[in-house]
């Protein structure tokens, strides 16, 4: 499987994110963004983090 990287600038992965969100409960992009640091310098990658938070908390 691959594990595709969402936030070019901070070299985050959807894995990370994915594991971030069950391992520690993180609902909302600002607790992504404090703990991973995806998304906090462009930007771009914040609509992905919404989709793949709001699959995760289904």
Do not use: F, W
């Amino acid at each position: 499987m691959e594990d595709t990287e969402i936030c070019h600038c901070n070299n985050v992965s959807k894995n990370e994110i994915t594991n971030a969100i069950c391992q520690h409960g993180y609902t909302s992009v600002a607790e992504i963004q404090n703990k991973l640091k995806a998304g906090i310098i462009c930007g771009r990658c914040i609509p992905e983090i919404r989709d793949i938070l709001a699959k995760q908390n289904q």
